[in-house]
């Protein structure tokens, strides 16, 4: 909850919502939200955006975890008290890079801005990803030690959901050649062929699951 907090304190008047996967996360956020007087966050539970289908943001910030499950660094020094889920994600340390990129352009407004921390040497495929997505206007930011730390863009991609197909990618006909391989055609319209991939499919059934819980 750092970085929502963060941000809610510098910019009082925005309405900031909070997910992480751990409730237990959650709660100490809570409370240094109490602590710190930060009342415009609300907190959900839930796996990266999931908790936020059906709604757009003008920002989408997130430190997702991004280093590798095998890299040696983490049974070293303070990394070995740290929860694994919290510092790797996957055989390459970008499933969840890959997830909130592929998910993010469902939900963000127009103009909207999606912001991602990630390794030192992550910024060039990150910015990649972040094209392949139909990102524009990509950027990466340095640290203090002048090192690439986070990248960001805007989604110019088409992303919609409906009730018979699901969530959708859409191209238009004269650009659908130039759909990547990774694209499965999913619907044809007369003007337009529509398209999902493998991680924006995950993200559907992980939502569609949420909500069936939430009935259930």
Known sequence: ?????????????????????????????????????????????????????????????????????????????????????????GMDGFDALRTIISA???LLRSGGWLLLEHGWEQAAAVRALLAGAGFVDIESARDLE?????????????????????????????QADKAPTHYTRRQTLTGAERYITEELKSFEDKVLSARERALS
């Open 104 to 106: 993010a352009p469902l």
């Open 146 to 174: 002048v090192r690439e730390r986070a990248s960001s863009g805007i989604p110019t991609l088409k992303v919609g959901y409906n009730r018979v197909h699901g969530y959708f990618i859409e191209i238009s006909k004269g």
């Open 1 to 89: 909850g750092a970085i929502a907090l963060a941000i809610a304190k510098e910019r009082p008047r925005a309405a900031v919502i909070a997910t992480d996967a751990s409730a237990a996360a959650l709660e100490v956020a809570r409370r240094n939200a109490t602590l710190n007087r930060i009342p415009n966050v609300e907190y959900r539970e839930g796996d990266w955006l999931v908790p936020l289908a059906g709604e757009t943001f003008d920002l989408i910030a997130s430190n997702p975890p991004y280093i590798a499950d095998a890299d040696p660094h983490l049974g070293e020094g303070d990394l070995r008290f740290e929860p694994p889920t919290a510092l790797s994600s």
